[in-house]
T-cell receptor, first 112, second 113 residues
């Protein structure tokens, strides 16, 4: 089956801890994205990558970091600098920046 | 800066009704507009994509229209079913080197059996 997978489904973060959210796609897409979704707000772009070894900050990149070492993988690290990390995180990919984005099932991050 | 608004925020209709969801955007220099469906606690599923040169797209009971000049799109759902209950999101991609996508906050639809 082709698609996008995210893991874990739920993630708990302790104070001062860095945590990494996984996103993998087997659609052979060049572009990948990370969004954050909060109740009552639209999706907000954290980071995007249009090609391997290249990524750009989105609207709310502070406190987050990413890497794109492989075409199929785009992990997101929520650092201790992100003071309000509780949210639903969605990863997406597309053939290129102009085409339909396909979304993963999401990871819900909670703070202990 | 592009702003995308969806009204109403929530809608409840009896099964079988035809309904219209609205999406408005402030910057008409768009590349495309897309409608998504999101079930509770899940990711987004693409429903329809309308390119800026198109006026409408249809898929089954769904029809989406686009009026760039007025900054509006509508999603028409015919003969609604309880399985249509979900949140519907509108997303606008702006023209430019990178087609930045701006999402609306969604309309939560409940279809009552």
């Amino acid at each position: 089956d082709g698609g996008i997978t995210q893991s874990p489904k739920y993630l708990f973060r302790k104070e001062g801890q860095n945590v990494t959210l996984s996103c993998e796609q087997n659609l052979n897409h060049d572009a990948m994205y990370w969004y954050r979704q909060d109740p009552g707000q639209g999706l907000r772009l954290i980071y995007y990558s249009q090609i391997v070894n290249d990524f750009q900050k989105g609207d709310i990149a502070e406190g987050y970091s990413v890497s794109r070492e492989k075409k199929e993988s785009f992990p997101l690290t929520v650092t201790s600098a992100q003071k309000n990390p509780t949210a639903f995180y969605l990863c997406a990919s597309s053939q290129n920046a102009a085409e339909t984005q396909y979304f993963g099932p999401g990871t819900r991050l909670l703070v202990l | 800066k592009q702003e995308v608004t969806q009204i109403p925020a929530a809608l409840s209709v009896p099964e079988g009704e035809n309904l219209v969801l609205n999406c408005s955007f402030t910057d008409s220099a768009i590349y495309n507009l897309q409608w998504f469906r999101q079930d509770p606690g899940k990711g987004l599923t693409s429903l329809l994509l309308i390119q800026s040169s198109q006026r409408e797209q249809t898929s089954g009971r769904l029809n989406a229209s686009l009026d760039k000049s007025s900054g509006r799109s509508t999603l028409y759902i015919a003969a609604s079913q309880p399985g249509d209950s979900a949140t519907y999101l509108c997303a606008v991609a702006n023209s430019g080197g990178y087609q930045k996508v701006t999402f609306g906050t969604g309309t939560k639809l409940q279809v009552i059996p």
